[in-house]
């Protein structure tokens, strides 16, 4: 069992930056991709970034302005957003996949979730 628990989130101005951070309890972390997805109303939660032993993934949308990192020491992932856009204004859920070699980029299959940090993005 793993136990996901996000912070960071908040309120920003277009063209600003925000540090989300993910802290996963457990003593397997290694094991484990580690993903960020966001939901806005109205639309289906969608993949951000994932990071596992076989490297990162990137949606198009957020490829050169999010930056995904993780520390196995220390069992968190985080995940960089710069220049944010009011596009990116979404709740944004860290989520564990078993890592089997391939990054899943839809939610289906993940494994554990958290309950999501709200990040907003003023125009």
């Known amino acids: 069992q793993v136990q996901l628990v996000e912070s960071g989130g908040g309120l920003v101005q277009a063209g600003g930056s925000l540090r989300l951070s993910c802290a996963a309890s457990?003593?397997?972390?290694?094991?484990?991709?580690m993903g960020w997805f966001r939901q806005s109303p109205g639309k289906e939660r969608e993949f951000v970034s994932a990071i596992g032993w076989n490297g990162s993934r990137y949606a198009d949308s957020v490829k050169g302005r999010f930056t995904i990192s993780r520390d196995n020491a220390k069992n968190t992932v985080s995940l960089q957003m710069n220049s944010l856009k009011p596009e990116d204004t979404a709740v944004y859920y860290c989520?564990?996949?078993?890592?089997?070699?391939?990054?899943?980029?839809?939610?289906?299959?993940?494994?554990?979730w958290g309950q999501g940090t709200q990040v907003t993005v003023s125009a």
């Open positions: 457990g003593r397997t972390f290694s094991r484990y991709a």
């Open positions: 989520a564990a996949q078993v890592d089997l070699g391939t990054i899943l980029l839809v939610p289906t299959g993940w494994n554990y």
